[in-house]
């Protein structure tokens, strides 16, 4: 069975903190993927970005960066120098096997002035 | 972005009542999806699709049920509406199986209350 969880509920900062996300994620299988999605309070779910269970390789895209440890099943999410358009709610997401995507519950972020 | 409309938006309906939802899309994806969404539970997979007429259960499928007769449409339906379905219903559409890199996109989001 595949299971993501994402321990925080709700994370709040001020603007220009550094701010991490976790996920660790549960899988028998050994080809995967994950995912994270935002969504912004308007409500429409963005893709982010997309890892697969071979490359650990650490990316980073303007003050996002993602860090993949498969010796401890997780995907953590880093924004950096946060900003107010950073609030969102913050999905990870695993495939495998099956046919669609099992999220995690998802992490309430809040960034204020 | 990708070419998902929710139909409708919004829905107010009464309990025991039927209620169908429509995804139309127009990108030809293969893979179509119905997942809501509620506080504290994340994203749940209620049914989905891998082709026409091909549909199968996700881990929420239980009071709703689903159709695809065309590439472009996939239907949700709840043959007798509970208060327990209130919820956002967001379809979501993908080119390829998701094992396979398939990234999904999402329509916009169904906002259902049932009284």
């Known amino acids: 069975a595949q299971k993501v969880t994402q321990a925080q509920t709700e994370i709040s900062v001020v603007e220009k903190e550094d701010v991490t996300l976790d996920c660790v994620y549960e899988?028998?299988?050994?080809?995967?993927?994950l995912f994270w999605y935002k969504q912004p309070p308007s409500g429409e779910l963005v893709f982010l970005i997309r890892?697969?269970?071979?490359?650990?390789q650490n990316e980073i895209s303007g003050r996002y960066s993602w860090n993949f440890q498969k010796s401890t099943s997780s995907f953590n999410f880093t924004i950096t120098a946060s900003q107010v358009v950073d609030s969102a709610v913050y999905f990870c997401?695993?495939?495998?096997?099956?046919?669609?995507?099992?999220f995690g519950k998802g992490t309430s972020l809040l960034v204020t002035p | 972005d990708a070419g998902i409309t929710q139909s409708p938006r919004h829905k107010v309906t009464e309990t025991g009542t039927p209620v169908t939802l429509r995804c139309h899309q127009t990108e030809n994806h293969r893979y179509m999806y119905w997942y809501r969404q509620d506080p504290g539970h994340g994203l749940r997979l209620i049914h989905y699709s891998y082709g026409v007429k091909d549909t199968d259960k996700g881990e929420v499928s239980d009071g709703y049920s689903v159709s695809r007769s065309k590439t472009e449409d996939f239907l949700l339906t709840l043959e007798s509406a509970t208060s327990s379905q209130t919820s956002v219903y967001f379809c979501a559409i993908s080119e390829w199986q998701v094992m396979n890199t398939g990234e999904l996109f999402f329509g916009e989001g169904s906002r259902l209350t049932v009284l």
């Open positions: 997401a695993l495939s495998g096997s099956g046919y669609a995507l099992n």
């Open positions: 890892r697969n269970s071979f490359d650990e």
């Open positions: 899988t028998r299988d050994t080809t995967y993927y």
